[in-house]
Antibody
Framework: QVQLVQSGAEVKKPGASVKVSCKAS????????ISWVRQAPGQGLEWMGWISAYNGNTNYAQKLQGRVTMTTDTSTSTAYMELRSLRSDDTAVYYCARVVVTAMGDYYYMDVWGKGTTVTVSS | QSALTQPASVSGSPGQSITISCTGTSSDVGGYNYVSWYQQHPGKAPKLMIY???NRPSGVSNRFSGSKSGNTASLTISGLQAEDEADYYC???????????FGGGTKLTVL
């Protein structure tokens, strides 16, 4: 069955970086994309961006431009999200989700989600 | 402030029907049929309930249905059950630089 398994919880100090992984199984990795969505405590969902696993093209949310990098390793069917210059308001659960793409390779919708990775930023 | 506007909360009794609205603009909800809805129970990951405005993924109950009129999409849940109590989020493709926008979420309470 289709599964996304995320890496474990992280605790980071302000100014540090974090890299979260998302290992896919049960489908052809390069036929889809991967989105990253985060949820601060008690808050709603915030879309961070997505990467095409086919060609590596990315699109990031404007507010995170310059601090976030999304990559994939097709040899291991794993996606990564790195967030730099962490602040306390980056404390959140970070989800990866499989992106179904259109025939043109554009974003369509997210259909399968990982269980989430808790990232805590605290001095 | 979220790009798509949802009511903060809705409620209904078991067996009743409820509708959650999701209002955007012609750059997102009104301009594309790429609206999806997600259900999230406390402490759990979101689950896809509706895509393409009104399509249900395999395994999702036919009590869940979606529609759209102009810049507003709607999720209707009929025959409410206790297990439907959760947060619901709409999402849409957008022609802005970011590709995707979410609504702020709606907490459904089954009385």
């Amino acid at each position: 069955q289709v599964q996304l398994v995320q890496s474990g919880a992280e605790v980071k100090k302000p100014g540090a970086s974090v890299k979260v992984s998302c290992k896919a199984s049960g489908y052809t990795f390069t036929s889809y994309g991967i989105s990253w969505v985060r949820q601060a405590p008690g808050q709603g969902l915030e879309w961070m961006g997505w990467i095409s696993a086919y060609n590596g093209n990315t699109n990031y949310a404007q507010k995170l431009q310059g601090r976030v990098t999304m990559t994939t390793d097709t040899s291991t069917s794993t996606a990564y999200m790195e967030l730099r210059s962490l602040r306390s308001d980056d404390t959140a659960v970070y989800y990866c989700a499989r992106v179904v793409v259109t025939a043109m390779g554009d974003y369509y919708y997210m259909d399968v989600w990982g269980k989430g990775t808790t990232v805590t930023v605290s001095s | 402030q979220s790009a798509l506007t949802q009511p903060a909360s809705v409620s209904g009794s078991p067996g009743q029907s409820i509708t959650i609205s999701c209002t955007g603009t012609s750059s997102d909800v009104g301009g594309y049929n790429y609206v999806s809805w997600y259900q999230q129970h406390p402490g759990k990951a979101p689950k896809l309930m509706i895509y393409d405005v009104s399509n249900r993924p395999s395994g999702v109950s036919n009590r869940f249905s979606g529609s759209k009129s102009g810049n507003t999409a709607s999720l209707t849940i009929s025959g409410l059950q206790a297990e439907d109590e959760a947060d619901y989020y709409c999402s849409s493709y957008t022609s802005s630089s970011t590709d995707v926008v979410f609504g702020g979420g709606t907490k459904l309470t089954v009385l």
